[in-house]
Nanobody, 120 residues
Framework: QVQLVESGGGLVQPGGSLRLSCAAS????????IAWFRQAPGKEREGVSC????????YHVDSVKGRFTISRDNAKNTVYLQMNSLKPEDTAVYYC?????????????WGKGTLVTVSS
């Protein structure tokens, strides 16, 4: 059974850090581009970060550049999102996705999401 399972979300104060994990089962992550999307209440889902399978290049949306880092551990079949200097506007459900590219329309598999709340 193909599954993506996110973990690592929670409540953190502004300026704090969290590391999200995305563990795959039933398929090999390094065959896919892996992206993190997020959806805040009342807003559309947006792409946050992505790591390509072809060359390992990474992409981050402007609002998280310099604060978030995406990485993959092929041996563990897991992708991580290190989030530093968190802001209240980072509050959202974060979803892991695997596909043929970083765009929403290219996603083949979705995780169920993990909630990140940034609040004092």
């Amino acid at each position: 059974q193909v599954q993506l399972v996110e973990s690592g979300g929670g409540l953190v104060q502004p300026g704090g850090s969290l590391r999200l994990s995305c563990a795959a089962s039933g398929f090999t992550l390094d065959y896919y581009a892996i992206a993190w999307f997020r959806q805040a209440p009342g807003k559309e889902r947006e792409g946050v970060s992505c790591i390509k399978n072809s060359d390992g290049s990474t992409y981050h949306v402007d609002s998280v550049k310099g604060r978030f880092t995406i990485s993959r551990d092929n041996a563990k079949n897991t992708v991580y999102l290190q989030m530093n200097s968190l802001k209240p506007e980072d509050t959202a459900v974060y979803y892991c996705a695997a596909g043929n590219g970083c765009d929403y329309d290219l996603v083949d598999y979705w995780g169920k999401g993990t909630l990140v709340t940034v609040s004092s």
